[in-house]
């Protein structure tokens, strides 16, 4: 399973080991079904396009991910 970071413009991606600088770690996005709100939040926070990042891509995906390298946003979305 390759975890790659879906904040914005981030290009954390555990396939290369020269952009795991300082011991980054990957949190997994949480599950629309459990937190719906937070799961918004979350998608709302990335900055995604819609089209790119939704509930439903979401909800179908469960290998989605956010590094630990965004942590200044951290305290907003944890």
């Given amino acids: 399973m ?3 970071c879906q904040w914005g413009l981030c290009k954390t ?5 020269e ?7 990957f949190i997994p996005f ?3 079904r ?4 937070k799961c918004l939040r979350w998608i709302k926070l ?10 439903d891509i979401v909800d179908g995906n469960k290998n989605l991910f956010v590094c630990t390298k965004v942590c200044h946003v951290c305290r907003y979305i944890l």
């Fill in 2 to 4: 390759v975890k790659r």
């Fill in 13 to 17: 991606d555990d396939r290369y080991p």
């Fill in 19 to 25: 952009r795991l600088e300082g011991n980054v770690r």
């Fill in 30 to 32: 949480p599950k629309p």
């Fill in 34 to 37: 459990r937190s719906r709100e």
């Fill in 46 to 55: 990335c900055g995604r396009p819609h089209s790119q990042l939704n509930v």
